[in-house]
Nanobody, 119 residues
């Protein structure tokens, strides 16, 4: 199973930016779809963004135009650039892999990184 390690979380003021990274183990990274999800205590985990094996990207409406997902297959890494952050973006952010490559069946998850946006 793929191992995932997120980094880049922290505390930022509203309107600021953060860049999350997720490093993945394994030699088949380029064939996976990668996704970012987030969770607030007491709420279900919600989809944020995904990038397929071919580079197609999809975003939740709440982050569209502010967040950008990208991948570096040479480094087995996926990034989430978060701009114009809002207090409601505060959550634990998780990256995940989907071996199908298409972004609909995520089955490996990282341990998460905390993002806190102050008003």
């Amino acid at each position: 199973q793929v191992q995932l390690v997120e980094s880049g979380g922290g505390l930022v003021q509203a309107g600021g930016s953060l860049r999350l990274s997720c490093a993945a183990s394994g030699r088949t990274f380029s064939s996976y779809a990668m996704g970012w999800f987030r969770q607030v205590p007491g709420k279900e985990r919600e989809f944020v963004a995904t990038i397929t094996w071919s580079g197609a990207t999809y975003y939740a409406n709440s982050v569209k135009g502010r967040f950008t997902i990208s991948r570096d297959n040479a480094k087995n890494t996926v990034h989430l650039q978060m701009n114009s952050l809002k207090p409601e973006d505060t959550a634990v952010y998780y990256c995940a892999t989907d071996p199908s490559g298409l972004g609909g069946r995520f089955n490996s998850w990282g341990q998460g990184t905390q993002v806190t946006v102050s008003s």
